[in-house]
T-cell receptor, first 117, second 111 residues
Framework: AQSVTQPDIHITVSEGASLELRCNYS??????LFWYVQSPGQGLQLLLK??????LVQGIKGFEAEFKRSQSSFNLRKPSVHWSDAAEYFC???????????????FGTGTQLKVEL | EAGVAQSPRYKIIEKRQSVAFWCNPI?????LYWYQQILGQGPKLLIQ????????DSQLPKDRFSAERLKGVDSTLKIQPAKLEDSAVYLC?????????FGPGTRLTVL
C-alpha cells in the first residue's frame, strides 16, 4: 500500500528566507506526486504535480519540487518565503491505476508553515 | 469556470443524529471523491465515484456512512447515526486528467 511521510509537523521561517518541506513516499512503481496547500477554512489548492519527465517541477506561487527516485522523496522548495505563504502543506501520492483519469490519493499528515515577519 | 461546490459549510449536531452533505463537482468531471480530514491529519479517502458507479469505498464505514451519485453529477454523503469521532472536515473533489480539484469542505462538529 502506498504511504506518505512528512517528517516536519511545524516549520517556522522568517519572511524572505528560503523554504524546504520534506516528503518521502512509499509506492511500488513510479508514482504520481502532488503538493497541496490549505489555508484556514479553505479547501486544498494544488501547488504542483509530477507525473513523469523532468524531475524538477515548477508550480504556482513560486514553488518548485524535485522528484528523487533514489531517495523516494519529493521535497517542496521556495527561494524566498512571503508572509502569505503561511498555511498547511500536504504532500500526496497518486495511484494512476484507475480508469477515467481519476487516481487515488494518499496524503501525508501535513506540515504547518509559520512565517515570521 | 466554477469550482467544486459544497454545502453546508458548517454543521453542528448531537451524537446519534443524522447529517447529510452535498457536493456539486466541476462540470464534465466524471470522477468524484469524498474525503474525511480529522484535525491534525491529512485527508483520507472515503469513497470514489466514476460517473454514478462506486470505484472504491474500502475506507467508508458502511455501518453508518453512505454516499450516492445517482445521475453521475452531484453527490450526497450521509452519516447515520453520527459519533463523536466523526467530527472532521468533509472534502469533496472532482478530477480531470489526473488532477483533483477540491471544494471548500463541510466542517462537522458532533457534540
Amino acid at each position: 500500500a502506498q504511504s506518505v511521510t512528512q517528517p516536519d509537523i511545524h516549520i517556522t521561517v522568517s519572511e524572505g528566507a528560503s523554504l524546504e518541506l520534506r516528503c518521502n513516499y512509499s509506492y511500488g512503481a513510479t508514482p504520481y506526486l502532488f503538493w497541496y496547500v490549505q489555508s484556514p477554512g479553505q479547501g486544498l489548492q494544488l501547488l504542483l504535480k509530477y507525473f513523469s519527465g523532468d524531475t524538477l517541477v515548477q508550480g504556482i506561487k513560486g514553488f518548485e519540487a524535485e522528484f528523487k527516485r533514489s531517495q523516494s522523496s519529493f521535497n517542496l522548495r521556495k527561494p524566498s518565503v512571503h508572509w502569505s505563504d503561511a498555511a498547511e502543506y500536504f504532500c500526496a501520492v497518486g495511484d494512476p491505476g484507475v480508469t477515467g483519469g481519476g487516481n487515488k490519493l494518499t496524503f501525508g499528515t501535513g506540515t504547518q508553515l509559520k512565517v515570521e515577519l | 469556470e466554477a469550482g467544486v461546490a459544497q454545502s453546508p459549510r458548517y454543521k453542528i449536531i448531537e451524537k446519534r443524529q443524522s447529517v447529510a452533505f452535498w457536493c456539486n463537482p466541476i462540470s464534465g468531471h466524471a470522477t468524484l471523491y469524498w474525503y474525511q480530514q480529522i484535525l491534525g491529519q491529512g485527508p483520507k479517502l472515503l469513497i470514489q465515484f466514476q460517473n454514478n458507479g462506486v470505484v472504491d469505498d474500502s475506507q467508508l464505514p458502511k455501518d453508518r456512512f453512505s454516499a450516492e451519485r445517482l445521475k453521475g453529477v452531484d453527490s450526497t454523503l450521509k452519516i447515520q447515526p453520527a459519533k463523536l469521532e466523526d467530527s472532521a472536515v468533509y472534502l469533496c473533489a472532482s478530477s480531470f486528467g489526473g488532477e483533483q480539484f477540491f471544494g471548500p469542505g463541510t466542517r462537522l462538529t458532533v457534540l
